[in-house]
């Protein structure tokens, strides 16, 4: 999808976007190839095609923050397949909802083989070294809840990354809810010891860790490795629909 986006462009919106998709033409290749008889003053056909050259370029060299840059965050989604070799899925734990008031307690990082899990008072520092090895992050409502936690704890992040926060997306193509009732939706099953656990079960489970239960960090650890690999499924599975829903809003 990123290779028949044009809105990074500097002067391209989405109307113009949109026009272009509306003649069939699909692709940064099929736009050169097709640039004299498409429907566009001269000089905005040119201007596209300085930027398509521009974004070749980038993304051969596989330069996500000109992209993360460039495309507006809601669209980010787009450019998933374009760097789907460096994607973490993140997820995170934490005593309560306010970053001002609570504490992250465990970061989950998936790299779509390894699920690495980085936990409070053991190794959780080690989480920001892991995901600066990344391009792409994957979260489901992490712009307002994951990333910002982070960025209070460890304000020396720098998030660059390209970020598909997937709560917004799915929202497109009617898939409402929180992660566990889109998982339903979508048929993902998790195992039957952490079905019925919830962000508010994190919490208790996290105090009983405290109190010297290791069995209940096991769980948490179980419930978060689940939340990250799903996202991996949530989004391969809702990808072409998301895509196809772009191109027929036209």
Excluded at 37 to 64: H, N, T, V
Excluded at 94 to 120: A, E
Excluded at 124 to 131: F, G, P, R, T
Excluded at 236 to 245: F, N, P
Aim: glycine share 6%.
């Amino acid at each position: 999808m990123l290779t028949s986006s044009y809105i990074h462009i500097p002067g391209i919106g989405k109307v113009v976007e949109k026009k272009i998709w509306s003649t069939g033409t699909r692709s940064w290749d099929e736009f050169l190839e097709r640039k004299h008889e498409l429907p566009l003053p001269c000089s905005k056909s040119e201007k596209i095609c300085q930027g398509i050259e521009e974004s070749m370029d980038r993304l051969e060299a596989k330069d996500s923050e000109y992209f993360a840059t460039s495309l507006p965050s809601s669209e980010h989604w787009r450019a998933f397949r374009s760097f789907s070799d460096s994607v973490a899925y993140v997820d995170i734990e934490t005593t309560g909802l306010s970053p001002s008031s609570s504490k992250i307690t465990v970061i989950g990082i998936y790299n779509g083989n390894d699920v690495k899990s980085f936990v409070s008072g053991i190794n959780l520092d080690d989480a920001i070294e892991e995901l600066l090895k990344y391009k792409y992050l994957v979260t489901f409502n992490g712009a307002r809840f994951d990333l910002p936690f982070i960025k209070k704890e460890y304000p020396q992040i720098e998030f660059k990354h390209l970020h598909a926060d997937i709560m917004y997306s799915l929202r497109r193509i009617g898939y409402i809810g929180g992660l566990k009732q889109i998982e339903e939706d979508l048929g993902i099953s998790r195992t039957e010891d952490t079905i019925g656990i919830d962000g508010l079960e994190a919490i208790r489970l996290w105090n009983r860790y405290e109190r010297g239960n290791d069995d209940a960090l096991d769980l948490l650890l179980e419930y978060n490795r689940e939340d990250i690999v799903n996202l991996e499924k949530i989004i391969k599975l809702t990808y072409e629909d998301l895509m196809d829903y772009t191109f027929e809003s036209q």
